[in-house]
């Protein structure tokens, strides 16, 4: 299983913390980021933002990542300071 963790705004937004998914089905970032946007219109609207940050295993990632049983991906928004 593939840990799904989502914070902040994506949080609220989806009203989820997280999910677990399928390894198999979801065996990288890629697909796995197809797969949430398929699960209803309002993940494709939250997940589909240019602006949507990703860490795997807490190291970010900016591209496509394989993934395998018991990752943890997270998803969050942009920090910002001031």
């Not at 299983?1 to 009203?15: H, P, T």
């Not at 398929?38 to 860490?55: E, I, P, Q, R, T």
């Amino acid at each position: 299983m593939i840990n799904v963790l989502f914070f902040a705004q994506i949080r609220d937004q989806l009203g989820v913390s997280g999910l677990q998914l399928p390894s198999a089905e979801n065996n990288d970032l890629t697909t796995l980021l197809k797969n949430l946007k398929s699960l209803d219109s309002n993940y494709l609207s939250v997940l589909s933002k240019g602006s949507l940050m990703v860490a795997v295993n807490q190291t970010m990632q900016a591209d496509n990542v394989p993934l395998y049983s018991g990752d943890e991906v997270a998803f969050f928004p942009p920090v910002t300071g001031g």
